[in-house]
C-alpha cells in the first residue's frame, strides 16, 4: 500500500469510528421522516464552476453526524463538519434552514478555504 492509500485509509477508518459512536438521528428526532440538503462550493467568494449536488439522509439509521467531503480533490484532510447547524436546526423544529461552512484542509502549502453553502430540508411525520 502506498502511502496515499494508507493516508486514505486512517482517514476512512477515522471517519467510520466518528459515525459510530455518534447518537443515531432516529433516537434524537423519532419523528424527522426526511431530510436532505442542497450543497454548492465557493472558492474565496467566488462560485466553483463544479455543479452542486444533492445529499439524501437515510434517517432511519443514519448517525447524527454530519460530515460532508471537502470538493477539491487536491485538498488534503478538509472536510465540511455542518453537525452543529444541523442538529441546531432540527432542535428548532425548521423545515428549511441555510448554513455554510469553510474547508480547513490544505491544497499544497496553503489552506484551502473552500466554502462549503447548503440549504437544508427536514420533513416530519
Not at 467568494?45 to 460530515?67: K, N, W
Request: charged residues 30%; contains cysteine.
Amino acid at each position: 500500500m502506498n502511502r496515499r492509500q494508507s493516508e486514505a485509509a486512517v482517514r476512512y477508518s477515522e471517519r467510520q469510528r466518528r459515525e459510530n459512536e455518534a447518537p443515531r438521528l432516529h433516537a434524537m428526532f423519532p419523528d424527522l421522516t426526511d431530510l436532505w440538503f442542497e450543497v454548492k462550493e465557493r472558492r474565496e467568494g467566488a462560485p466553483v464552476s463544479e455543479a452542486g449536488y444533492i445529499r439524501r439522509i437515510m434517517t432511519a439509521h443514519a448517525p447524527a453526524l454530519f460530515l460532508l467531503p471537502c470538493g477539491d480533490s487536491s485538498c488534503k484532510d478538509g472536510e465540511h463538519d455542518i453537525t452543529s447547524q444541523v442538529l441546531s436546526a432540527l432542535r428548532d423544529r425548521k423545515s428549511r434552514f441555510e448554513g455554510h461552512d469553510l474547508c480547513m484542509g490544505h491544497t499544497g502549502a496553503a489552506q484551502c478555504r473552500r466554502e462549503l453553502i447548503f440549504t437544508g430540508f427536514a420533513t416530519r411525520k
